[in-house]
């Protein structure tokens, strides 16, 4: 059963310790593979986004290992949620905005988010308990808005759109959203992950910043 599935891969991961295996490594590995085959083409871009953020987050050593494991590991035949299981195991939650933040960068990576790439992301945020406000937050990091209203240029537009705002928001909105994000996009949350997540978190602290100081401003 599902249940009797889960139990025994996080006996697994309890027996074998949190971080003594790439159990990790691989099912973030695999993940970064459904998003890659999920609009049916292997994108040379994808696949060099996801090989370059390996080698810089775990070194050209422990990439190689990963990436070989990889092709033998009992995850590899692992379900989306019975990946999520795995990574809930070996992370602390706030760990995930940076996980989540690098699965949209992937998916980006080669010019659009596909809505299948986006919906693996989606469940995978619902298989870990993700805020899903907050994940529609970092994917707006990752798209370029072309978008007016009636009220805004689409700078603001843009703006507004990387603190979870609409046009229909008001300054007191922007300074209450802007508090809520710099708290939880904070660097200081990732201490544990590799400099890769905690560059990636720093690169959305800043936007938040940058956003709210315009919207301030012009707002």
């Not at 006996?11 to 609009?39: H, P, V, Y």
């Not at 693996?120 to 870990?128: D, M």
């Not at 609409?166 to 994000?181: E, I, M, N, P």
Request: aromatic share 10%.
């Amino acid at each position: 059963s599902l249940v009797g599935s889960e139990m025994c891969i996080r006996d697994r991961n309890s027996t074998e310790g949190k971080r003594n295996n790439l159990d990790f490594e691989i099912s973030l590995l695999r993940i970064c593979t459904m998003i890659i085959k999920a609009d049916g083409v292997i994108d040379e871009v994808e696949t060099r986004t996801t090989k370059d953020y390996f080698i810089k987050s775990f070194g050209d050593k422990k990439a190689t290992r990963i990436f070989k494991e990889a092709k033998v590991s009992r995850l590899k035949n692992y379900s989306l949620r019975e990946l999520s299981i795995v990574i809930s195991n070996q992370n602390s939650k706030t760990t995930y905005y940076s996980i989540f933040m690098f699965l949209y960068k992937l998916s980006a990576s080669d010019g659009e988010i596909h809505s299948s790439e986006d919906g693996i992301i989606r469940n995978l945020a619902t298989e870990l308990g993700f805020n899903q406000s907050t994940l529609k937050i970092i994917r707006a990091q990752f798209i370029k808005s072309n978008t007016r209203s009636k009220i805004f240029d689409h700078i603001t537009i843009g703006h507004l759109s990387t603190l979870g705002l609409d046009d229909k928001a008001t300054v007191a909105d922007v300074k209450s959203a802007y508090r809520k994000l710099s708290k939880e996009f904070h660097p200081d949350m990732i201490i544990d992950m590799s400099d890769v997540f905690k560059d990636l978190a720093k690169e959305k602290y800043l936007d938040i910043q940058n956003s709210y100081n315009y919207l301030m401003k012009y707002l």
